[in-house]
């Protein structure tokens, strides 16, 4: 009997490196019964390694890759990895003509007692989806602390409107998560891709989006996601959350 997961996408992905094998093999473990295809991402640490920053990299490293230079040179390593490796991704899909694709990282923890409302979700979704998030940090989730709030409020909505390009008139609208259904929200801004489906029309405009490359990729979901460029869903109750055993590789 398949997985209520692998019955609804036609393809589950795990995007895992080299190093995190550890990451990787506790999720098997966990989640014998899940069908899943490893993605060998790309490790930011073993780009050039003898290069600390990303700015010094080779020019024909940015022109071989379709990297903007500009953008892409402000990364450290493991962010660009990590937008390298989710570009990657969605060029697959493309390539394979997958219409409905699950796309994990290697730290992903599955909650089981969600599964339920995720498969009543399903029932709710518009066909024509194109992102859907199993997984996410809501940082429009702000603490009630007036001295965290304008904290978060620089960092997480002045940096990303003035400097990303995220601009509306609707700010409170698009900044914050909506209620859709029972079971599902249009989302806000969230960060972490811990857990994320895409169509295949929702794979073709992300890569549209950043075509050179020059988003980190949650930089990228929060883009097309407050300026309403895909039609993006998330559920309510979560069905993935980080493993905290383990530190993020994108600061490492």
Not at 212 to 239: C, H, R, T, V
Request: charged share 25%; hydrophobic share 40%; proline share 5%.
């Amino acid at each position: 009997m398949k997985h209520p997961l692998n019955n609804y996408f036609d393809k589950i992905f795990i995007i895992s490196i080299e190093r995190n094998k550890e990451r990787l093999d506790i999720f098997l473990k966990n989640n014998p019964y899940i069908e899943v295809d490893i993605f060998n991402g790309i490790d930011g640490k073993k780009l050039y390694p003898n290069i600390e920053h990303v700015a010094n990299f080779p020019d024909f490293f940015f022109k071989e890759n379709n990297l903007d230079f500009k953008t892409c040179s402000r990364f450290n390593k493991g962010q660009l990895g990590c937008a390298m490796s989710n570009n990657l991704v969605h060029k697959f899909i493309l390539n394979n003509n997958y219409n409905k694709t699950l796309i994990l990282e290697d730290d992903a923890l599955l909650i089981p007692a969600s599964l339920p409302d995720f498969e009543a979700a399903l029932k709710e979704l518009p066909e024509n989806w194109e992102l859907f998030y199993l997984g996410y940090n809501p940082i429009s989730s702000w603490s009630q602390n007036k001295i965290l709030i304008k904290i978060q409020k620089f960092k997480y909505f002045i940096i990303p409107v003035k400097v990303e390009g995220m601009t509306s008139r609707t700010i409170k609208h698009r900044f914050f998560p909506t209620s859709f259904s029972k079971n599902l929200n249009k989302p806000g801004l969230y960060t972490g891709t811990h857990a994320y489906a895409l169509s295949f029309d929702g794979a073709k405009k992300l890569i549209e989006l950043d075509s050179p490359l020059e988003k980190g990729f949650d930089i990228l979901l929060m883009y097309a996601n407050y300026n309403k460029l895909l039609k993006s869903f998330s559920l309510k109750k979560q069905l993935f959350i980080p493993n905290k055993l383990f530190k993020t590789s994108l600061l490492n």
